[in-house]
């Protein structure tokens, strides 16, 4: 089986190019989580989830009291956070940027070579994506549901 032939492969009346956008979002998914598990400081990125937590509850508690000046302080401590976590994600995301703008260009030439149009389509007219979900629609949705599920099984933060 050639790579049309893989990207057009259709079983049980399934839409051609559903298979395929579903096994390589699959191994595109796992290849970034996998880099971003690598190239970040995962206990780190854990601390500061857990204190970003706190933070809100502070936040929400003194809400609750009307006391601005500690709520403002709460505020900036928690942009502090954001802030860090901001440059721990930085990093992995660099490194797959690059990667990930090639393998989109190479889905998209590949997917308009072997003629497919809209994996799904339904029978109305939406703005932007009109009439149907392309192979980039179809990736970022199975892409969506697939670092979740790979988050949760690798443990990544």
């Keep these: 089986m050639g790579w049309t032939e893989f990207i057009a492969f259709s079983i049980n009346g399934l839409p051609p190019g559903l298979i395929s956008i579903i096994i390589l979002s699959f191994i595109i998914t796992l290849l970034q989580l996998l880099a971003y598990k690598k190239f970040?400081?995962?206990?780190?990125?854990?601390?500061?989830?857990?204190?970003?937590?706190?933070?809100?509850?502070?936040?929400?508690?003194?809400?609750?009291?009307?006391?601005?000046?500690?709520?403002?302080?709460?505020?900036?401590?928690?942009?502090?956070?954001?802030?860090?976590?901001?440059?721990?994600?930085?990093?992995?995301?660099?490194?797959?940027?690059?990667?990930?703008?090639?393998?989109?260009?190479?889905?998209?030439?590949?997917?308009?070579?072997?003629?497919?149009?809209?994996?799904?389509?339904?029978?109305?007219?939406?703005?932007?994506?009109?009439n149907g979900a392309g192979w980039l629609l179809c990736y970022i949705i199975f892409s969506l549901i697939f670092s979740i599920l790979l988050r949760k099984i690798f443990k990544i933060h």
């Design 40 to 130: 970040s400081d995962q206990e780190r990125i854990k601390e500061l989830k857990q204190k970003q937590k706190e933070l809100h509850k502070e936040i929400r508690q003194a809400a609750k009291e009307k006391d601005e000046s500690k709520i403002r302080e709460l505020n900036k401590e928690a942009m502090q956070i954001n802030a860090e976590m901001m440059r721990l994600n930085f990093k992995p995301m660099l490194i797959t940027l690059l990667p990930l703008l090639l393998v989109f260009w190479l889905l998209r030439q590949s997917y308009n070579a072997a003629g497919i149009g809209n994996i799904i389509a339904w029978p109305w007219q939406l703005p932007i994506v009109g």
